[in-house]
Each structure stands twice: as C-alpha cells, then as structure tokens.
T-cell receptor
Framework: EAAVTQSPRNKVTVTGGNVTLSCRQTNSHNYMYWYRQDTGHGLRLIHYSYGAGNLQIGDVPDGYKATRTTQEDFFLLLELASPSQTSLYFCASSDRDREYEQYFGPGTRLTVL | QQKVQQSPESLTVSEGAMASLNCTFSDRSSDNFRWYRQHSGKGLEVLVS????GEKEEGSFTAHLNRASLHVFLHIREPQPSDSALYLC??????????FGQGTKLSIKP
C-alpha cells in the first residue's frame, strides 16, 4: 500500500503569515494532489501535479502556490495566509495508469488567526 | 464540470439495520466512482470502487451504480457502532481528478 506522509500535522499561524505544508510519498507514484476539506464542502482540489516540475491548477487555487520538487515531494505554499484558509488539508498520490486510485495522507490541520 | 451531491446530510440507524447512502452526479460520462470513509480526525479509507452499472460488493459494503439515473448508492450491511463516520462519495473525471460530495455523517446506535 502507498505511504503518504504530511508535515506538520497541526499548524497555527496569524493572518498574513507564511506557511508551507509538506507531503511525501514513497511508492513512486507520478500524480500528487493537494485538497482542502471544509464542513459542507467535502474535499476540494487545490493543485495537482503529473510529475516533478509539473503543476496543474485545481478547482480552488486562489491564495495557494504549489511546487513539486521531486517525484516524492509536493509542497503547498500559503504566502499571505488568511482566516478563510483555516481548513484540514490532505495530500494524495496515485499511479499514472490508475489515476483515480488515490492514496491519502493523514491530513494537516491549519488554523489562521 | 461534474457536480456531486450526497444525501442525507446525516443519518442515524440502529446497530444491525441496513444503512443506505445516496450520491447524485451530473455528468454520466464518468466511469470511476468511489466511496470513502473518514472517522473523526482521521484520513480517508477507500471502501469500494465501481466502474460500470450494477453492483460491487466489498465485505459489508455494496455500491450500486445507475448512470442513467445519475445515482450511485452505498449500502452497509449490519453496521456496527465502529462504522459511525463521515462517508464521502467521489467521482472521477478529466485525467485523474476526483470530485467529492459534501459527505453523509452516519451514526450507528447500539
């Protein structure tokens, strides 16, 4: 089974602060994803990547940047955090040939005061 | 764009009774449907995936897909209190993207 880890698991910052969420997967998957989960909305796709150096815009990208530095590592950047970005963030990965079979990390709870 | 809605928002059933959850989608061209479970404060656990009309069973979970009516159901046979969780429907579209419903909160009464 794919292993997806996220760090930190919890983060508190202030409005205007700089935050980086990290995700690592160890099963050599090509595709990686960042989602946010809010009550009443399920999971919504922020950014995703087909491989190292590749970035694709998801459905709710405003206020977020992402960078895929290696096959294993995918980062989500909030450069000017706002309270509306308080959420539970999930990273996921999948193989190119089974792209819908996504394996999820444990999540990062971010609070912006 | 594919839209996914789940009903009911919350559901309480007695231990051992069948639980049925509904997921409605807007674009019948999708061919990849998944049900996930999320216990409070935890990550997502895939329960069952279905790719064609009909039924697919995985343990006590059965998915039923009817693309003509734009519905995919999840039936949980003889649920236990440990099955109390948020259940999420996800529909695949457009090269690896999943669209999620908002979830159904299921509570199982002992």
């Amino acid at each position: 089974e794919a292993a997806v880890t996220q760090s930190p698991r919890n983060k508190v910052t202030v409005t205007g602060g700089n935050v980086t969420l990290s995700c690592r997967q160890t099963n050599s998957h090509n595709y990686m994803y960042w989602y946010r989960q809010d009550t009443g909305h399920g999971l919504r796709l922020i950014h995703y990547s087909y491989g190292a150096g590749n970035l694709q815009i998801g459905d709710v990208p405003d206020g977020y940047k992402a960078t895929r530095t290696t096959q294993e590592d995918f980062f989500l950047l909030l450069e000017l955090a706002s309270p509306s970005q308080t959420s539970l963030y999930f990273c996921a990965s999948s193989d190119r040939d089974r792209e819908y079979e996504q394996y999820f990390g444990p999540g990062t709870r971010l609070t912006v005061l | 764009q594919q839209k996914v809605q789940q009903s009911p928002e919350s559901l309480t059933v007695s231990e051992g009774a069948m639980a049925s959850l509904n997921c409605t989608f807007s674009d019948r061209s999708s061919d990849n449907f998944r049900w996930y479970r999320q216990h409070s404060g935890k990550g997502l656990e895939v329960l069952v995936s279905i790719f064609s009309d009909g039924e697919k069973e995985e343990g006590s979970f059965t998915a039923h897909l009817n693309r003509a009516s734009l519905h995919v159901f999840l039936h949980i046979r003889e649920p236990q209190p440990s099955d109390s969780a948020l259940y999420l429907c996800a529909v695949g579209y457009n090269q690896g993207k999943l669209i999620f419903g908002q979830g159904t909160k299921l509570s199982i009464k002992p």
